[in-house]
């Protein structure tokens, strides 16, 4: 029982400084608490028809360039952990923006107040690229499986910190929330050196395989649908706001839940989860934008749905897919998180200069059904054509909790994929942590002693164990965390 305990409480500091990230963004993104702080600011009105707040243009904004430089980074620097400096700076900056466009600014004389909240949407974006990165990263190595598990874990509970925080008067909710990123980042260090080092030979890999353009081009579609839905729906009048905000909250719980739902009950693989699942509800968002409040803000409840179900869904995918091609998991998740950002910063502008110029209900139709058709034929084209499939598309993330889930053959395979093994090594690693000799390995793979020794030497080597016991220990170790 103890075991169990200790096996079930193992990733629970992973999913509170993850959850402590998630509440970070829906309290300064999606709560009144820090729109509120713009009314006045009437000099950084950025878009033509005046609806997007500063906040997320210029915050969005620096988060993209913020993502394109980590990812210039991250093809010759990875894994990006190993960058010391990086987490601390990260969240001292996102820290410090919030403090930025919080009531603290009150305390001002003008025209300091504009010019801080314009510093701290610009510190808030940049800072939190760098702990998402961080972030993913750290998850993707885990595998799907338990991916899934932290990351729906952590929205759960964020959720529940975030209703907490709602009940609180607004200063004391924007000065903890301004603390956020300084306990996750604080906690993600903390975890990251109790965590194995990771061995030279996968430290500083140059990309060299090709870029996933069909991951790419999906992560781009739903990003511009979100852009979309927060430029054309999510703009609210001050009575409706509240219903916004706990309908997001509901939402984004709901979305949660289904991802678990639909992969460890129904084991969809993530061609189904994508093209049957999170596009058609990101489409049906878009079916309340003809009409008036508060039955367009039920549409952006429902477009985040979609949106949140597919956001864990292409973390999955991440993990698949940094396993599968051997490429860095840093170059990986900060390229899928910058076509997501990039299409939401277009979708919004889009969004913004389409109501400057279209401003009836029947403008609003036609803008609406052609938001619909584009994301369901795109759904239809790529699921449909078999040419247009994926090696991960049909990838089942959780199958495996059924069929070898904890098992020493699951914990083998999942090491030899991690550390990039080759077929052979893969066999004689296979026999070495069952405790097979070389002279059993040589008869049992019709091979030679001197090939043995050399292959043993190799696994050792990106492994980083010294011993044929360090390496059953370590088999034993990723069992115990499976």
Same mark, same amino acid.
């Given at each position: 029982?103890?075991?169990?305990?200790?096996?079930?409480?193992?990733? =629970?500091?992973?999913?509170?400084?993850?959850?402590?990230? +998630?509440?970070?963004?829906?309290?300064?993104?999606?709560?009144?608490?820090?729109?509120?702080?713009?009314?006045?600011?009437? =000099?950084?009105?950025?878009?033509?028809?005046?609806?997007?707040?500063?906040? +997320?243009?210029?915050?969005? !904004?620096?988060?993209?360039?913020?993502?394109?430089?980590?990812?210039?980074?991250?093809?010759?620097?990875?894994?990006?952990?190993?960058?010391? +400096?990086?987490?601390?700076?990260?969240?001292?900056?996102?820290?410090?923006?919030?403090?930025?466009? &919080?009531?603290?600014?009150?305390?001002?004389?003008?025209?300091?107040?504009?010019?801080?909240?314009?510093?701290?949407?610009?510190?808030? !974006?940049?800072?939190?690229?760098?702990?998402?990165?961080?972030?993913?990263?750290?998850?993707?190595?885990?595998?799907?499986?338990?991916?899934?598990?932290?990351?729906?874990?952590?929205?759960?509970?964020?959720?529940?910190?975030?209703?907490?925080?709602?009940?609180?008067?607004?200063?004391?909710?924007?000065?903890?929330?301004?603390?956020?990123?300084?306990?996750?980042?604080? *906690?993600?260090?903390?975890?990251?050196?109790?965590?194995?080092?990771?061995?030279?030979?996968?430290?500083?890999?140059?990309?060299?395989?090709?870029?996933?353009?069909?991951?790419?081009? *999906?992560?781009?579609?739903?990003?511009? &649908?979100?852009?979309?839905?927060?430029?054309?729906?999510?703009?609210?009048?001050?009575?409706?706001?509240?219903?916004?905000?706990?309908?997001?909250?509901?939402?984004?719980?709901?979305?949660?839940?289904?991802?678990?739902?639909?992969?460890?009950?129904?084991?969809?693989?993530?061609?189904?989860?994508?093209?049957?699942?999170?596009?058609?509800?990101?489409?049906?968002?878009?079916?309340?934008?003809?009409?008036?409040?508060?039955?367009? *803000?039920? !549409?952006?409840?429902?477009?985040?749905?979609?949106?949140?179900?597919?956001?864990?869904?292409?973390?999955?995918?991440?993990?698949?897919?940094?396993?599968?091609?051997?490429?860095? =998991?840093?170059?990986?998740?900060?390229?899928?998180?910058?076509?997501?950002?990039?299409?939401?910063?277009?979708?919004?502008?889009?969004?913004?200069?389409?109501?400057?110029?279209?401003?009836?209900?029947?403008?609003?139709?036609?803008?609406?059904?052609?938001? *619909?058709?584009?994301?369901?034929?795109?759904?239809?084209?790529?699921?449909?054509?078999?040419?247009?499939?994926? =090696?991960?598309?049909?990838?089942?993330?959780?199958?495996?909790?059924?069929?070898?889930?904890?098992?020493?053959?699951?914990?083998?395979?999942?090491?030899?994929?991690?550390?990039?093994?080759?077929?052979?090594?893969?066999?004689?690693?296979?026999?070495?942590?069952?405790?097979?000799?070389?002279?059993?390995?040589?008869?049992?793979?019709?091979?030679?002693?001197?090939?043995?020794?050399?292959?043993?030497?190799?696994?050792?080597?990106?492994?980083?164990?010294?011993?044929?016991?360090?390496?059953?220990?370590?088999?034993?170790?990723?069992?115990?965390?499976?």
């Amino acid at each position: 029982m103890g075991k169990q305990l200790k096996r079930m409480m193992r990733p =629970a500091p992973d999913t509170a400084g993850f959850a402590a990230h +998630w509440a970070w963004i829906w309290c300064v993104f999606w709560s009144s608490q820090f729109y509120n702080e713009m009314q006045n600011l009437n =000099a950084l009105e950025l878009m033509p028809s005046g609806i997007l707040e500063p906040l +997320w243009v210029l915050s969005l !904004g620096t988060n993209v360039l913020a993502l394109a430089v980590l990812l210039m980074v991250s093809r010759r620097c990875n894994p990006l952990a190993l960058v010391r +400096w990086l987490p601390a700076v990260a969240a001292l900056a996102t820290c410090a923006g919030t403090l930025c466009i &919080s009531h603290v600014t009150d305390f001002m004389p003008a025209p300091w107040p504009g010019r801080l909240y314009a510093v701290g949407s610009v510190l808030t !974006g940049a800072g939190s690229a760098a702990i998402v990165v961080l972030w993913a990263e750290r998850f993707t190595s885990f595998g799907p499986r338990r991916l899934v598990h932290c990351f729906v874990a952590a929205v759960l509970a964020a959720v529940v910190a975030y209703i907490a925080l709602m009940f609180l008067p607004t200063l004391l909710f924007q000065c903890l929330t301004a603390c956020m990123p300084l306990v996750g980042m604080g *906690i993600y260090m903390a975890q990251e050196q109790k965590s194995p080092r990771v061995p030279l030979g996968f430290r500083n890999v140059a990309v060299r395989g090709p870029v996933p353009w069909m991951l790419v081009a *999906i992560a781009l579609l739903f990003g511009l &649908s979100f852009g979309l839905m927060k430029g054309l729906l999510a703009p609210a009048t001050p009575q409706w706001i509240e219903l916004r905000d706990w309908l997001n909250v509901v939402a984004i719980a709901g979305a949660a839940v289904a991802v678990y739902v639909t992969m460890a009950v129904l084991k969809m693989d993530f061609d189904h989860l994508t093209y049957q699942v999170a596009l058609p509800l990101m489409a049906a968002g878009f079916l309340f934008l003809p009409l008036h409040e508060p039955y367009s *803000i039920i !549409g952006t409840a429902v477009h985040q749905f979609g949106y949140q179900y597919f956001y864990i869904v292409l973390w999955a995918i991440w993990s698949t897919v940094a396993a599968h091609e051997k490429v860095p =998991a840093a170059w990986i998740v900060t390229l899928g998180l910058l076509a997501i950002q990039l299409g939401q910063l277009a979708g919004s502008l889009g969004a913004d200069v389409a109501l400057h110029c279209i401003s009836s209900d029947l403008g609003k139709a036609m803008i609406s059904s052609s938001c *619909i058709f584009a994301i369901l034929l795109a759904s239809l084209f790529v699921f449909g054509s078999r040419s247009a499939s994926t =090696a991960w598309g049909y990838v089942r993330p959780m199958e495996e909790i059924e069929e070898a889930g904890g098992s020493t053959e699951a914990a083998i395979e999942a090491l030899s994929r991690r550390f990039r093994l080759t077929p052979r090594e893969s066999d004689v690693f296979a026999l070495l942590a069952r405790g097979r000799n070389r002279a059993f390995i040589c008869a049992d793979l019709v091979i030679g002693e001197e090939t043995v020794k050399s292959h043993v030497k190799s696994i050792y080597r990106k492994l980083a164990v010294h011993s044929q016991q360090d390496l059953i220990n370590l088999v034993e170790e990723e069992r115990a965390n499976r």
